[in-house]
């Protein structure tokens, strides 16, 4: 398994997408925050937080995430080297793990160049110092847990083809949904008093959650569950495979 994670970790260094991935992350939060002229801008905001980093990186990640996952078995179910790996001495839970903590790492390089967005922040404070440490750590913890579900359900639309564009569209339907959907639907007539209940099956509220610098377990044992979910069922299409 480590093996395998090394080797998508210089699949990915050794190819453009990785380095493409970074830069456009950091390229459209660094205009959006420090550049354009708009209600995340750093500068033109006048206090000394990061709300709009977290606010803005969701959406990039929806994008962003589907093109480092897209690849990861629909390119191998493509080249016919799925099988291959299939015969490998690996169970199919490890073969999973080693694709999706290579993605998640990819994902969590591409965060840490922003930690130098916070020491700016820190000193343009007035004091220095002077801003809300508690929420914005507990807004990078929120930031790498959403990252999380959107590489499971990556790997679980790429499993089912063996098409990389295919695999990208669907990942981006699905983390839209999960993530913005039951927000958009829950205030519906129909479902009357289990309004809330619908609201909370969405990323969304969750990530809000955390987001204040209060680390809840339900918001933790959330996110645990949807990236199980999503991991069994990619276990599940690929151990169809052999049936």
């Known amino acids: 398994m480590i093996a395998l994670y090394r080797k ?3 699949s ?15 390229l459209i939060t660094g205009l959006f925050l420090w550049v354009f002229p708009n209600e995340f801008n750093l500068l033109d905001f006048g206090y000394a937080n990061l709300d709009g980093l977290f606010i803005l990186a969701p959406f990039v990640f929806l ?12 390119d191998e179910k493509r080249s016919g080297t799925i099988e291959l790996l299939l015969t490998k001495p ?9 694709k999706y903590l290579a993605s998640l790492t990819l994902v969590a390089i591409a965060l840490l160049p922003t930690l130098l967005y916070y020491f700016t922040v820190y000193k343009l404070g007035l004091p220095p110092g002077n801003l809300d440490a508690g929420g914005i750590w507990g807004s990078y913890i929120g930031l790498f847990f959403l990252a999380a579900a959107f590489v499971s ?17 669907l990942a981006v339907f699905v983390s839209g949904f999960v993530y913005l959907g039951f927000e958009m639907i829950y205030s519906l007539s129909l479902f009357g008093p289990v309004d809330l209940f619908i609201r909370n099956l969405g990323i969304a509220s969750h990530y809000s959650s955390i987001s204040r610098g209060v680390i809840d377990s339900r918001d933790v044992l959330y996110f645990l569950s949807v990236i199980v979910f999503f991991l069994s069922l990619t276990k599940l299409s690929l ?3 052999k049936w």
């Open 8 to 10: 998508e970790i210089s």
């Open 12 to 26: 990915f260094l050794s190819s453009l997408i990785g380095y493409l991935v970074i830069a456009v992350f950091l």
């Open 63 to 74: 994008f962003l995430v589907p093109a480092v996952t897209m690849r990861s078995f629909a």
């Open 90 to 98: 690996i169970s199919d839970f490890q073969l999973i793990m080693a």
């Open 153 to 169: 359900i990556g790997l679980f639309s790429s499993v089912l083809t063996d098409n990389q564009l295919v695999a990208f569209i």
């Open 239 to 241: 151990a169809s495979r």
